[in-house]
Nanobody, 121 residues
């Protein structure tokens, strides 16, 4: 089994910053792409940023220049530094990872439980 545990969400004023972390643990052989998605109430989950292993990250147009995704492969952790936050960034943020498990060596998709980010105007 593989678990993704997020941390770092909270309430911040517009223009402020937050840093999200997501640590993967369990029966992990390798981790491929890692990423962050978000979902506001009544809306579909949308991609925020993804970072493949050894390849440049990709960002949603709405966060380019404000958010930075990074990963620490030694710690199986992905981060999302969010600067210049706007009220429209308010959502539940979910971590995602494609993981090759030790048990079967197959690749599977895993999600974290989500962390709330609220930006007040």
């Amino acid at each position: 089994q593989v678990q993704l545990v997020e941390s770092g969400g909270g309430l911040v004023q517009a223009g402020g910053s937050l840093r999200l972390s997501c640590a993967a643990s369990g029966s992990i052989l390798s981790i491929g792409v890692m990423g962050w998605y978000r979902q506001d109430s009544g809306k579909q989950r949308e991609l925020v940023a993804v970072i493949p292993r050894g390849i440049d990250p990709n960002y949603a147009d709405s966060v380019k220049g404000r958010f930075t995704i990074s990963r620490d492969n030694a710690k199986n952790t992905v981060y999302l530094q969010m600067n210049s936050l706007k009220p429209e960034d308010t959502a539940v943020y979910y971590c995602h990872a494609n993981v090759q498990t030790r048990l079967s060596a197959t690749w599977n998709s895993y999600w974290g439980q989500g962390t709330q980010v609220t930006v007040s105007s």
